[in-house]
């Protein structure tokens, strides 16, 4: 089945590394997504992996993937005030025209 | 940067009205999706759209909805009789294509339909 799970909420302080973690059921899922949404505004794809890799890195983002585990985390690095945002988990596979199912998404607020 | 394009940015209107969402997906993009998000929800998948057909829909999509790709650039969402509960964020998604690194879905900033 589908379902995507992520913690609602992280605080952390500017500077610091943020990691938002993920956990998804579906182990024919075949790539996944972090989406970024800031307030009152669209989503934007901020990176995304395949299924057979393990890590991605792209400037201070880091994902990683488990497969094992079906477990997936998106590690920034340097949080910025402009990093506050509500960060969205999401899978697609093949068997269904890679429609996505994402998670409830989780707040992250950045204080200085 | 070529982006997907959604009109209005908000749309309010009364119970039982009809209304159209509009979208421009990137212009080479081949796949088109709406997707809804409740306030406070999870983002939910309505839709998928390819070669002028449904190519997939959730159980949401209902005899009330239908969506049309009425000229070469143009993908809409028709509510035909609006309730409360499709107050909504709707947003519009479009990817290149559906194998290989060409399926990412690029989404547009969303229209906020307010029923009242």
């Known amino acids: 089945g589908e379902d995507v799970e992520q913690s609602l909420f992280l605080s952390v302080r500017e500077g610091d590394s943020s990691v938002i973690n993920c956990t998804y059921t579906?182990?024919?899922?075949?790539?996944l997504y972090w989406y970024k949404q800031e307030p009152g505004a669209g989503l934007q794809l901020l990176t995304y992996?395949?299924?057979?890799?393990d890590m991605k890195q792209d400037q201070r983002l880091t994902v990683l993937l488990n497969k094992k585990d079906k477990h997936l985390s998106l590690r920034i690095a340097d949080t910025q005030t402009g990093d506050s945002a509500i960060y969205f988990c999401?899978?697609?596979?093949?068997?269904?025209?890679?429609?996505?199912?994402f998670g409830a998404g989780t707040t992250v607020t950045v204080r200085a | 940067e070529p982006e997907v394009t959604q009109t209005p940015s908000h749309q309010v209107t009364q119970m039982g009205q009809e209304v159209i969402l509009r979208c421009v997906p990137i212009?080479?993009?081949?796949?088109f999706y709406w997707y809804r998000q409740i306030l406070g929800q999870k983002v939910e998948f309505l839709v998928s759209?390819?070669?002028?057909?449904?190519?997939?829909k959730s159980e949401i999509f209902d005899d009330q909805f239908s969506v049309e790709r009425p000229d070469g650039s143009n993908f809409t969402l028709k509510i035909r009789s609006t309730k409360l509960e499709d107050s909504a964020m709707y947003f519009c998604?479009?990817?290149?294509?559906?194998?290989?690194?060409?399926?990412?879905?690029?989404f547009g900033a969303g229209t906020r339909l307010s029923v009242l």
């Open positions: 212009s080479n993009h081949l796949y």
């Open positions: 998604a479009s990817s290149e294509d559906i194998f290989l690194a060409k399926n990412i879905q690029y």
């Open positions: 579906d182990s024919s899922s075949t790539y």
């Open positions: 999401a899978e697609s596979k093949r068997s269904n025209d890679y429609k996505l199912s």
């Open positions: 992996i395949f299924s057979n890799m």
């Open positions: 759209f390819y070669n002028n057909e449904i190519s997939e």
